[in-house]
T-cell receptor, first 114, second 111 residues
Framework: DVKVTQSSRYLVKRTGEKVFLECVQD?????MFWYRQDPGLGLRLIYF???????EKGDIPEGYSVSREKKERFSLILESASTNQTSMYLC?????????????FGSGTQLSVL | GQQVMQIPQYQHVQEGEDFTTYCNSS?????IQWYKQRPGGHPVFLIQ???SGEVKKQKRLTFQFGEAKKNSSLHITATQTTDVGTYFC???????????WGAGTKLIIKP
């Protein structure tokens, strides 16, 4: 079975802390994505990556950075966490296909910033 | 900017009643995808529609893609408790081909 694994299901951090969210996929997918999900707002794309060491900004990249050193791993970094970054974070992967490939999601990380 | 609007935000139904959610894009889409997210879960791909006027069925679920490829709908016949969750539509952005998501429709079964 295909799998996208996120390192933590729940995370509580303090304002100003540096936060790392890790995501690993076992499908050899080129594309990986980080979304945040807030009630009533759907899924909003933070960053995505087409290949190792490649990254592209999504719709809401401010306050976030990413790292993709290996094909199977895509990390989201909050350099200095703020309360407005409290959210559900979803990692996803897909085969290449220019917007036509289906996404496989991880189980999500519910991040609370106090 | 490019948007995908989805309505309604919530729909309360009695078990056995039908459910419909609608998506409208501000631009023509090359395809539209539908996902289901169970409570406490993550989005799971249901189907992709590509052709103008396409209709696809999965058991009690019927998916349609409009003739102009700007709107789509998901209809569930005779809802069951297993249908509970939030249904999302998503289509590729013109600018970077990444998916733009509707806000989702939450299906709630009345007790």
């Amino acid at each position: 079975d295909v799998k996208v694994t996120q390192s933590s299901r729940y995370l509580v951090k303090r304002t100003g802390e540096k936060v790392f969210l890790e995501c690993v996929q076992d499908m050899d997918h080129e594309n990986m994505f980080w979304y945040r999900q807030d009630p009533g707002l759907g899924l909003r794309l933070i960053y995505f990556s087409y290949d190792v060491k490649m990254k592209e900004k999504g719709d809401i990249p401010e306050g976030y950075s990413v790292s993709r050193e290996k094909k199977e791993r895509f990390s989201l970094i909050l350099e200095s966490a703020s309360t407005n970054q409290t959210s559900m974070y979803l990692c996803a992967s897909s085969a290449p296909g220019g917007g036509s490939e289906k996404l496989f999601f991880g189980s999500g990380t519910q991040l609370s910033v106090l | 900017g490019q948007q995908v609007m989805q309505i309604p935000q919530y729909q309360h139904v009695q078990e056995g009643e039908d459910f419909t959610t609608y998506c409208n894009s501000s631009t023509t889409l090359s395809n539209i995808q539908w996902y289901k997210q169970r409570p406490g879960g993550h989005p799971v791909f249901l189907i992709q529609l590509v052709k103008s006027g396409e209709v696809k069925k999965q058991k009690r679920l019927t998916f349609q893609f409009g003739e102009a490829k700007k709107n789509s709908s998901l209809h569930i016949t005779a809802t069951q408790t297993t249908d509970v969750g939030t249904y999302f539509c998503a289509g590729p952005a013109d600018s970077n081909y990444q998916l733009i998501w509707g806000a989702g429709t939450k299906l709630i079964i009345k007790p």
